[in-house]
């Protein structure tokens, strides 16, 4: 072929391709609109309220929060495992005039059951101890975290890894009462600053803490709620041996203990 022909077939051949080109640009992808802080929170509420079982670390910092009045008994962690509908075992560090006690928790069904600190034996709570650390309260559909997450006036902070997993981080100030199921009970006037970590892909709330602002002005007491194990599997049994405990002077409850923080 002559070289004046090849070189008039290799022009047409490129037109033709930067034509093609040009009629069929390259397609962008649509961007991933931005999730805002209300539909993080409802699309949070929505998976916790599906999960069937979780971990929970309930640690208090700062000023002492009380379980008693006149105030002699401080709650300091709870850690444990929540199994639904409302299944909780756990372990309880109370502080009493600077003792620690460790109790063990157990609600199976409708029934109660502690450790007995003197021989660490399992006993009925009964009804009229007056008190009780209840867990499952923070994680109740109709006034725990999920009923009311998605109502606050939340912010969002930004993005921000737990344990390397990216966290949506979330933040707003609401009154005491309207968190009083997150803490048992026990944080029920006052302004409370709130601040929520959420798993940026399964919406999982990983963590939360909250502040008691009118507690202590210098050392606020903290509630540092940590969550994790979603839907791991966890079996909650009735202990295998229970001697009902009897009310009175002798019995191990703390005494006068509410479990809402005031009387």
């Given at each position: 072929?002559?070289?004046q022909?090849?070189?008039?077939?290799?022009?047409?051949?490129?037109?033709?391709?930067?034509?093609?080109?040009?009629?069929?640009?390259?397609?962008?992808?649509?961007?991933?609109?931005?999730?805002?802080?209300?539909?993080?929170?409802?699309?949070?509420?929505?998976?916790?309220?599906?999960a069937?079982?979780?971990?929970?670390?309930?640690?208090?910092?700062?000023?002492?929060a009380?379980?008693?009045?006149?105030?002699?008994?401080?709650?300091?962690?709870?850690?444990?495992?929540?199994?639904?509908?409302?299944?909780?075992?756990?372990?309880?560090?109370?502080?009493?005039?600077?003792?620690?006690?460790?109790?063990?928790?157990?609600?199976?069904?409708?029934?109660?059951?502690?450790?007995?600190?003197?021989?660490?034996?399992?006993?009925?709570?009964?009804?009229?101890?007056?008190?009780?650390?209840?867990?499952?309260?923070?994680?109740?559909?109709?006034?725990?975290?999920?009923?009311v997450?998605?109502?606050?006036?939340?912010?969002?902070?930004?993005?921000?890894?737990?344990e390397?997993?990216?966290?949506?981080?979330?933040?707003?100030?609401?009154?005491?009462?309207?968190?009083?199921?997150?803490?048992?009970?026990?944080?029920?006037?006052?302004?409370?600053?709130?601040?929520?970590?959420i798993?940026?892909?399964?919406?999982?709330?990983?963590?939360?803490?909250?502040?008691q602002?009118?507690?202590?002005?210098t050392?606020?007491?903290v509630?540092h709620?940590?969550?994790?194990?979603?839907?791991?599997?966890?079996?909650?049994?009735?202990?295998?041996?229970?001697?009902?405990?009897?009310?009175?002077?002798?019995?191990?409850?703390?005494?006068?203990?509410?479990?809402?923080?005031?009387s």
């Amino acid at each position: 072929m002559p070289r004046q022909l090849i070189r008039w077939v290799c022009g047409v051949v490129c037109l033709v391709a930067s034509a093609g080109c040009a009629a069929f640009p390259a397609s962008t992808p649509t961007p991933t609109p931005e999730l805002s802080a209300r539909d993080i929170a409802a699309r949070s509420a929505q998976r916790m309220d599906a999960a069937k079982s979780l971990h929970f670390l309930i640690q208090l910092t700062g000023a002492l929060a009380y379980i008693d009045s006149p105030p002699l008994t401080a709650l300091k962690q709870v850690e444990g495992d929540l199994v639904r509908p409302a299944d909780v075992k756990a372990m309880v560090k109370l502080s009493s005039f600077g003792i620690v006690t460790q109790l063990g928790l157990i609600r199976y069904g409708t029934e109660v059951f502690v450790t007995n600190p003197l021989n660490q034996r399992w006993e009925e709570l009964p009804p009229e101890w007056g008190w009780y650390i209840n867990p499952g309260l923070i994680f109740d559909p109709k006034s725990g975290v999920t009923a009311v997450l998605p109502t606050l006036d939340l912010t969002k902070v930004g993005l921000e890894p737990i344990e390397g997993r990216p966290q949506y981080h979330l933040q707003t100030t609401a009154e005491g009462d309207y968190l009083k199921a997150w803490t048992m009970g026990m944080i029920y006037q006052g302004a409370v600053k709130v601040d929520v970590w959420i798993d940026v892909d399964t919406f999982v709330m990983s963590r939360a803490t909250l502040v008691q602002l009118a507690s202590d002005p210098t050392d606020p007491t903290v509630w540092h709620i940590d969550l994790s194990a979603v839907d791991q599997p966890v079996k909650i049994e009735r202990p295998p041996t229970v001697e009902a405990a009897q009310p009175g002077p002798t019995s191990s409850a703390p005494p006068d203990a509410t479990g809402d923080g005031h009387s």
